[in-house]
């Protein structure tokens, strides 16, 4: 009696000659036939109760492919998305003879492809990941929503200091033919300025920039008792900030109580501190550059 999860090794599936090795390639054949294998890809097996895992499925189209997860599936592994589709994205040679399937899309490139391991699995690096990533999200028959993934995965990621715009901008330099190239340029400009979340964008792109005024510092660091902050946007010069608060970050009564005492903190050293909500920046943001610089002129002793 053989017991197929250890034939199957930690991966929990492999390819039947693999499998046949282990066995026979009559076992493997009455196997199938009976239900107790599945075939995730042609020649690639597991058992029907991980046939839907993940994790599984992801080793197979690695393993079957010969390439690494890349794009979307590639971000899933990495941890920068929370979508684990039923179809996987992998990398291969241009002369590969893997083709796409229901539950795999396979892609083609000259471009050489560093592969390093996420979750155990084979992947492209997170800039490769996000670039091709970016580029599909931005192709003719993209799937609707893919792009607002894609940006909170760049966003994230940079964030959360797991890659870097200068990265990023370095594995672009190798794709000048990339759907969407000018807007990730953008994109990466303003990261590198400071934007942290979409909100931040917005802000910088719609709000912050107010004419007749000087240009705002993104993230201007102030050093407090209880240690230093980063305000989204300030002007040192009269010791105004800005606050973005964006539902996400900001929504809790914890961090509600957290902002009010770092406001507090900041009013003891001179800091005036006007926040925006997502709802008043987005539908006002003619009536917030207003606020800015009536405030602004107020503290710099010109205003009314």
């Keep these: 009696m053989h017991d197929l999860l250890r034939l199957l090794g930690p991966t929990r599936t492999t390819s039947t000659p693999a499998l046949a090795a282990s066995a026979s390639a009559r076992s493997v054949g009455r196997w199938l036939a009976d239900g107790t294998l599945v075939r995730l890809h042609p020649g690639w097996v597991t058992v029907p109760e991980l046939a839907e895992d993940w994790t599984v499925r992801a080793h197979a189209a690695a393993g079957y492919s010969g390439g690494p997860l890349s794009h979307l599936s590639a971000l899933s592994a990495h941890g920068v998305i929370d979508f684990e589709a039923t179809r996987l994205h992998v990398t291969v040679p241009p002369g590969s003879r893997i083709r796409t399937t229901r539950l795999l899309r396979v892609h083609r490139t000259v471009v050489p492809t560093a ?6 699995l084979p992947v492209t690096t997170l800039p490769r990941s996000l670039i091709d990533a970016w580029g599909l999200a931005h192709a003719r028959a ?10 909170g995965a760049l966003l994230g990621a940079t964030r959360e200091k797991r890659v870097t715009a200068d990265a990023v901008a370095a594995e672009l330099s190798a794709r000048p033919g990339l759907p969407g190239r000018a807007g990730l340029i953008e994109l990466l400009g303003l990261v590198d300025g400071g934007c942290q979340s979409e909100l931040e964008v917005f802000g910088v792109l719609h709000v912050l920039d107010v004419p007749g005024l000087p240009r705002f510092t993104q993230q201007h660091r102030v050093v407090l008792p209880g240690g230093p902050v980063e305000l ?5 010069e009269v010791r105004l900030a800005v606050e973005l608060d964006g539902a996400a970050f900001h929504g809790s009564r914890k961090a509600r109580e957290a902002d009010i005492a770092r406001d507090v903190a900041l009013a003891a050293r001179g800091w005036l501190v006007l926040r925006f909500s997502y709802h008043r920046l987005t539908n006002d943001p003619e009536g917030c550059r207003a606020q800015i610089a009536a405030v602004y002129r107020q503290r710099l002793g010109v205003g009314p």
């Excluded at 993209?142 to 940006?151: D, F, H, L, Q």
């Excluded at 989204?232 to 040192?236: G, T, V």
């Design 142 to 151: 993209a799937i609707r929503g893919t792009v607002s993934v894609v940006r």
């Design 232 to 236: 989204d946007a300030a002007w040192p």
């Design 115 to 120: 592969i390093v391991r996420a979750r155990g």
